[in-house]
């Protein structure tokens, strides 16, 4: 099967009633995500830098039925941070779903990449995350919820070009399991999803700009295609609801096999090429022994 088939796992209406706080919900993964929990049930409360960005999230709410509530929010300010989730809660009466979905990345040499751009991607991509955790936390403490934040495989593997972002993801990890084991007792549960190369505009632009560069992550991911927002989308849906009771401190890799290890040398090596030989002219074949 080489393109995405996505089987939908969950049932109509899983989130009916409940408040769900995405951050960069209006592009990519964190639109999919949106849309997705809107379609089974939930309101969305949809932030980021730009409110421009909403509009496709507010269409898709007006046009099938479910609320999203857009607000401007820089998730680097913890005095807006906390504006906003306040605003949310007395909006939507509380929130019983976060995802930790914005973030921001671009490719550049460690030598080459200014402090600065280093700090912007830490302060986005892991202070971010703790202090829109630590708002949205506090809110949940009385009646539970579910927490998913963001990462990618490279938190665990390291990856050249991008270190600023691997620290930040690897700090997320982090936090998704310390906050797991802290916050268990309130009925929280803390989880991660770490996808690898998936089609999205931001990604696009950033990390692959052209089609050169795009062809060479597609051949270096197994299964031989980019994912789609949407099939991330639904394992986010899938730890943030009540079909996942027990699992918390998770780090879930929906990659293609991205991060897994390459062969020794690419292609097929000459020695199995050799025995294939030997097999196609009546020799044992390599799958025989
Ligand atoms: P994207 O479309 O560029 O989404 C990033 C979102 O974050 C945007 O909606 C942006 O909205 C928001 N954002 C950026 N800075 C912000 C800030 N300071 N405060 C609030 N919101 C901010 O990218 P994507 O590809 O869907 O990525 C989504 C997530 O998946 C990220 O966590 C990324 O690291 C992760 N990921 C992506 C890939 C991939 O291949 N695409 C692979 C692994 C992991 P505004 O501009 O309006 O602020």
Redesign the pocket.
């Known amino acids: 099967m080489s393109d995405a088939q996505t089987t939908p796992l969950l049932p109509a209406g899983i989130f009916e009633g409940q408040t769900a706080f995405i951050?960069?919900?209006?592009?990519?993964?964190?639109?999919a995500v949106a849309t997705r929990m809107g379609r089974l049930g939930a309101n969305i409360v949809c932030?980021?830098?730009?409110t421009g960005?909403h509009e496709q999230l507010l269409a898709r709410g007006a046009e099938e039925g479910f609320e999203v509530l857009s607000a401007a929010?820089?998730?680097?300010e913890p005095a807006d941070v906390k504006r906003v989730v306040r605003a949310a809660c007395e909006h939507f009466g509380g929130i019983d779903v976060l995802v930790n979905?914005?973030?921001?990345?671009f490719v550049r040499p460690a030598m080459a990449l200014a402090p600065k751009g280093f700090k912007a991607v830490i302060d986005?991509?892991l202070n971010?995350v703790f202090y829109v955790s630590r708002e949205v936390g506090r809110r949940m403490r009385e009646r539970g919820g579910t927490i998913v934040n963001?990462?990618?495989?490279y938190a665990t593997t390291g990856k050249p070009h991008v270190v600023h972002?691997a620290c930040a993801?690897a700090g997320v990890e982090a936090m998704t399991r310390s906050l797991a084991a802290e916050w268990a007792m309130y009925g929280i549960r803390v989880n991660a999803v770490?996808?690898?190369?998936?089609?999205?505009?931001?990604?696009g632009d950033r990390?692959w700009p052209s089609a050169e560069m795009e062809q060479q992550v597609r051949d270096s991911i197994p299964m031989g295609r980019?994912?789609t927002?949407e099939e991330v989308a639904e394992l986010v849906c899938l730890l943030s609801s009540t079909a996942t009771p027990w699992v918390t401190g998770a780090v879930w890799l929906a990659d293609g096999g991205w991060s897994l290890p390459r062969p020794m040398v690419e292609g097929v090596p000459e020695r199995i090429d050799r025995r294939r030989r030997a097999s196609d002219a009546g020799g044992p074949s390599p799958e025989s022994d």
């Open positions: 951050t960069g919900a209006g592009t990519g993964l964190g639109l932030v980021s830098r730009d960005h929010l820089d998730v680097r979905n914005a973030a921001g990345n986005i991509a971010g963001i990462s990618a495989p972002s993801k770490s996808p690898g190369p998936f089609v999205s505009e931001g990604a990390l980019f994912g927002a």
